[in-house]
């Protein structure tokens, strides 16, 4: 296999850690503790939606650039590694990544308040619906435990992978 065949582009690279570093900055569960009516509540959650919109477009364009540019072979691994590294990232990429920003996004639709983008509005897709908004969190919190099921997962996984089985896994993803 060819140094390049070795490793991803260099945008899904870029990509991969551009929404590593921005989804740990994500503050979900640091406001959700925060009481209700305070002022910098409003804020934190108005960041939150916006940087979660743009984790969101992030993860359209690195499924985007990976589709475009492909992926290495993954080096020889037992059956069982290649099933549980697939259903793990579709979980993680498809699910989650998709599902989070998207039940946040309906979630905040059924509340007279909605979703600003960085400022502006976006449409509204819903009315003010407690029940409806109360649905689309829940999701949207379950997906958050399994999102930090998945990045432990994946991370036990690359650690293994670099220091149990040395077969250079890590090298693909790293910058």
């Known amino acids: 296999m060819s140094a390049a065949n070795e490793r991803f582009a260099r945008p899904v690279i870029g990509l991969h850690w551009i929404i590593a570093i921005i989804a740990m900055l994500c503050i979900g569960f640091y406001m959700g503790s925060l009481p209700c009516g305070l002022p910098f509540k409003s804020s934190l959650t108005n960041f939150h939606k916006s940087l979660s919109i743009t984790v969101f477009l992030l993860v359209l364009?690195?499924?985007?650039?990976?589709?475009?540019?492909?992926?290495?072979?993954?080096?020889?691994?037992?059956?069982?590694?290649?099933?549980?590294?697939?259903?793990?990232?579709?979980?993680?990429?498809?699910?989650?990544?998709?599902?989070?920003?998207?039940?946040?996004?309906?979630?905040?639709?059924?509340?007279?308040?909605?979703?600003?983008?960085?400022?502006?509005?976006?449409?509204?897709?819903?009315?003010?619906?407690?029940?409806?908004?109360?649905?689309?969190?829940?999701?949207?919190?379950?997906?958050?435990?399994?999102?930090?099921?998945?990045?432990?997962?994946?991370?036990?996984?690359?650690m293994k992978h670099q220091f149990v089985d040395r077969d250079g896994l890590l090298r693909r993803m790293w910058p």
Do not use: C
Request: hydrophobic residues 50%; proline residues 7%.
């Open 61 to 158: 364009l690195r499924i985007w650039a990976r589709s475009a540019y492909g992926r290495p072979e993954l080096p020889p691994m037992q059956t069982w590694q290649r099933a549980a590294a697939s259903i793990t990232q579709a979980l993680f990429l498809y699910v989650g990544m998709i599902g989070m920003p998207l039940s946040g996004y309906l979630g905040s639709s059924f509340n007279k308040f909605g979703t600003k983008f960085w400022g502006p509005p976006l449409p509204q897709w819903g009315w003010d619906d407690k029940g409806l908004r109360h649905v689309f969190f829940t999701i949207h919190g379950y997906l958050a435990w399994m999102m930090i099921a998945l990045i432990a997962l994946h991370f036990l996984g690359a």
